[in-house]
């Protein structure tokens, strides 16, 4: 079965500091790898998603992830943090096949202090 | 990219009722939806998976007579929440593939809050 470990639960950044978000995932075959953040009272906005076209990345409000088949990890990356980054993120995973479920980990908390 | 309503935003209701909520595709076919619940600061959970003319598939754990889903149209799919108790208060989302796209990507509705009182 597909999972996904978020680690750590919290992470706390300053401003202008890099933001490093990690994910690790499992999987028999390289699955579809998916970011979603959510702010408070509000549903999932997709921050960006790899479906095996380029292993690096980009998405919205200058985010990115690096999907690394050797190490199982899609880690996502900001390199300056802003207060409005300040939100929980998911990272969740799913099969190469349509009408699939998403199953997600358990989010990190994102903290940006000025 | 596609779009995926849910109807209402949030409840309220007493004990023992029953509640639907409505998840809509509003420019797609959706053949399969999901159902998720998130509880206050954690994950989203997968309950079910809705099937359109067919019976919903639910996960190990999820009372099927409890959380009834009927997916009746390819832009429809409904679940209703059936004697309410506190403990069912919680975030309740939606979701559905376009099956055009290739990308396998799910969209997500923006959610129903649910308070059993």
């Known amino acids: 079965a597909q999972s996904v470990t978020q680690l750590g639960s919290h992470v706390s950044v300053s401003e202008g500091a890099l933001v490093l978000l990690r994910c690790n995932y499992s999987s028999s075959v390289p699955p579809y790898l998916f970011w979603y953040v959510q702010y408070p009272n509000q549903g999932l906005q997709l921050l960006l998603k790899y479906t095996s076209a380029a292993t690096l990345v980009k998405g919205i409000n200058g985010f990115e992830a690096e999907f690394k088949k050797s190490e199982t990890s899609f880690h996502l990356t900001k390199p300056s943090a802003h207060m409005s980054d300040a939100a929980e993120y998911f990272c969740a995973v799913s099969e190469r096949e349509a009408g699939t479920a998403l199953i997600f980990g358990k989010g990190t908390t994102l903290s940006v202090s000025s | 990219g596609a779009v995926v309503s849910q109807h209402p935003s949030w409840v309220i209701c007493k004990s023992g009722t029953s509640v639907k909520i409505e998840c809509r595709s509003l420019d797609f076919q959706a053949t399969t939806m999901f159902w998720y619940r998130q509880f206050p600061k954690q994950s989203l959970m997968l309950m079910a998976t809705?099937?359109?003319?067919?019976?919903?598939?639910?996960e190990q754990g999820v009372e099927k007579d409890k959380f009834l889903i009927n997916h009746a149209s390819l832009t429809l799919s409904t679940l209703t929440v059936t004697s309410a108790h506190p403990e069912d208060s919680s975030f309740y989302i939606c979701?559905?593939?376009?099956?055009?796209?290739?990308?396998?990507?799910?969209?997500f509705g923006p959610g129903t809050r649910l308070t059993v009182t």
């Open positions: 809705s099937n359109e003319g067919s019976k919903a598939t639910y």
């Open positions: 979701s559905a593939g376009d099956p055009s796209e290739s990308s396998y990507e799910q969209y």
